[in-house]
């Protein structure tokens, strides 16, 4: 079953300090990766992309790292903002007829003063 | 400016109502998805479009309808058999095999009183 899990369910932390976040899937055929940040009711926007052949991008204080051969992605923030607090989506995209995506069910961040 | 817009960002609407939600895009991309988000769980696929006068049902289609008359344009009708409708729904678009991801709009608060 292709399957998207995300780690921890929630996050508290303190403003400066860095989190990783973390993302396995069960999904095949693996088209590529990406890491959304949803702020409360509003769209996801889109943090980095990976296909199979990268194992790290960078966005800003945000890396993203990826491991296909055990289906592992993270995202690591650093020297964390308020602005961080949000939901972040990890979205794996199949190889199908219609690209078909899974996403995550997402790790809400809070990050206090 | 390109971008995806929808509305109305809120709506309410009585048991046993259609309701429709609208989503137009500029960035001249040919597929166009419509999802459903719940709290603490991942966005699902209601329907996607990959070109005009085609859509296809994703995983939660049932009480909801769509067209797809202009490439710009992706109207979800939420039906009064949706048994479940209130949630917060979200249209995407992406270009062909969507490489750099999709890209969200605001979303549209639905509420059933």
């Known amino acids: 079953k292709n399957q998207v899990e995300q780690s921890p369910q929630s996050l508290i932390i303190l403003e400066g300090k860095n989190c990783t976040l973390q993302?396995?899937?069960?999904?095949?055929?693996?088209?590529?990766l990406r890491w959304y940040k949803q702020d409360t009711g509003r769209g996801p926007v889109s943090l980095t992309i990976m296909t199979f052949s990268e194992n790290t991008k960078s966005n800003g204080r945000y890396t993203a790292t990826l491991d296909a051969d055990t289906k592992q992605s993270s995202l690591h923030i650093t020297a964390s903002q308020l602005s961080d607090s949000a939901s972040y989506i990890c979205v794996v995209r199949l190889k199908t007829s219609y690209d078909k995506v899974i996403f995550g069910p997402g790790t809400s961040l809070s990050v206090i003063p | 400016d390109g971008g995806i817009t929808q509305s109305p960002k809120y709506l309410f609407r009585k048991e046993g109502q259609n309701v429709t939600l609208s989503c137009e895009q500029n960035l001249n991309h040919d597929a166009m998805y419509w999802y459903r988000q719940d709290p603490g769980q991942g966005l699902r696929l209601i329907y996607y479009s990959q070109i005009v006068n085609d859509f296809q049902k994703g995983d939660i289609a049932e009480g909801y309808s769509v067209s797809r008359e202009k490439k710009e344009s992706f109207p979800l009708t939420v039906t009064s058999a949706q048994k479940n409708p209130t949630a917060f729904y979200l249209c995407?678009?992406?270009?062909?095999?969507?490489?750099?991801?999709?890209?969200f709009g605001p979303g549209t608060r639905l509420t059933v009183l």
């Open positions: 995407a678009s992406s270009g062909v095999a969507g490489p750099n991801g999709e890209f």
């Open positions: 993302c396995n899937y069960t999904v095949s055929p693996f088209s590529n």
